[in-house]
């Protein structure tokens, strides 16, 4: 974490009135918020924030730094514009979920490339953890809880995790009512390995604790748009994120189930490695490019809506 990234996470701490407030802002862990108010602090050999369980209250000192903050971030923000100016060129390397990366990230891509014709982009849509420093990937979007790492992230929306079945599957079928009668049904799992999935949803009356089910797939398969699609041929109860059935809910092709123990939703991010040398421009144009298109999609009621 560099000293300009500190800084914005400290401003941002003041600015939504909690250190949790500005991790969820930032799409990053409480820990690495703590850490980053911990390294101003050390810099600056004094308290920026006096903090209690509950809350925090800014110090005169932290008040002054906030004050320079603001106005070195500017000056730097100010310095980038005027560096985008220049061409932009080189190559980046991005990663997403298969089905996620085609809908979704796809179309970014494309307007990218669109918009700076010196840059290339190599796509790897992949449903595992890539490794972005390991694999020299440099922008990932993640469908998960983060864990804390060296790695920038930025927030970009959130998912659901639906269970969904065709209406012609549930006409000879009684519908579930908890999630317990799901041993009772065929489910469709993505899980190449096993015949068994552990599906969590979160007990009644709605709160924080959350209960697995063990659920039998009659059918089990390594690619959620093929679940999808058996599901919509009747072929049992499947498992999909919200942005992954959207249009076949919209058509009635697939009925939404045990809404009421839904968990809670899967937060989506773009997550980056430190950029250093020829390319770095190219991969900060992209993210910048990326970011406000991506969360636009989440603005949009579909992919919250049942």
């Not at 440099?138 to 995790?161: F, H, M, N, W, Y």
Request: aromatic content about 6%.
């Amino acid at each position: 974490m560099d000293r300009l990234e500190a800084m914005s996470i400290f401003l941002a701490v003041i600015d939504e009135g909690s250190l949790a407030g500005a991790a969820r802002r930032l799409g990053c862990s409480p820990a690495s918020v703590t850490r980053a108010v911990a390294r101003l602090e050390a810099i600056a050999d004094e308290r920026l924030l006096e903090r209690t369980t509950r809350r925090f209250v800014i110090t005169e000192a932290g008040a002054r730094h906030a004050a320079t903050y603001r106005v070195i971030l500017a000056e730097f923000a100010q310095l980038e514009a005027r560096s985008q100016d220049a061409v932009v060129s080189g190559s980046v390397v991005v990663t997403a979920p298969e089905l996620f990366g085609r809908l979704n990230v796809m179309p970014v891509v494309e307007s990218f490339l669109a918009a700076y014709p010196q840059t290339d982009v190599r796509s790897l849509f992949l449903n595992r953890m890539v490794d972005l420093i390991g694999e020299g990937v440099d922008v990932a979007v993640r469908l998960a809880t983060l864990p804390d790492s060296s790695l920038t992230a930025i927030k970009i929306g959130e998912v659901r995790q639906l269970t969904c079945a065709a209406p012609g599957y549930l006409v000879e079928r009684a519908l579930p009512e908890q999630p317990q009668d799901l041993i009772n049904h065929w489910c469709i799992g993505l899980n190449e390995a096993g015949a068994q999935e552990l599906w969590r949803y979160r007990e009644r009356p709605p709160g924080r604790r959350v209960r697995s089910v063990r659920v039998t797939c009659r059918l089990a398969t390594n690619s959620a748009g093929a679940a999808i699609d058996a599901a919509v041929r009747g072929l049992g109860i499947v498992r999909p994120l919200s942005y992954q059935v959207e249009k076949q809910i919209a058509q009635g092709c697939l009925v939404p189930l045990l809404e009421a123990y839904e968990p809670e939703p899967v937060p989506v991010s773009l997550v980056f490695r430190p950029q250093r040398g020829g390319n770095s421009g190219a991969v900060r144009a992209f993210i910048d490019h990326a970011v406000p298109r991506l969360r636009q999609l989440f603005k949009e009621p579909r992919h919250n809506a049942s």
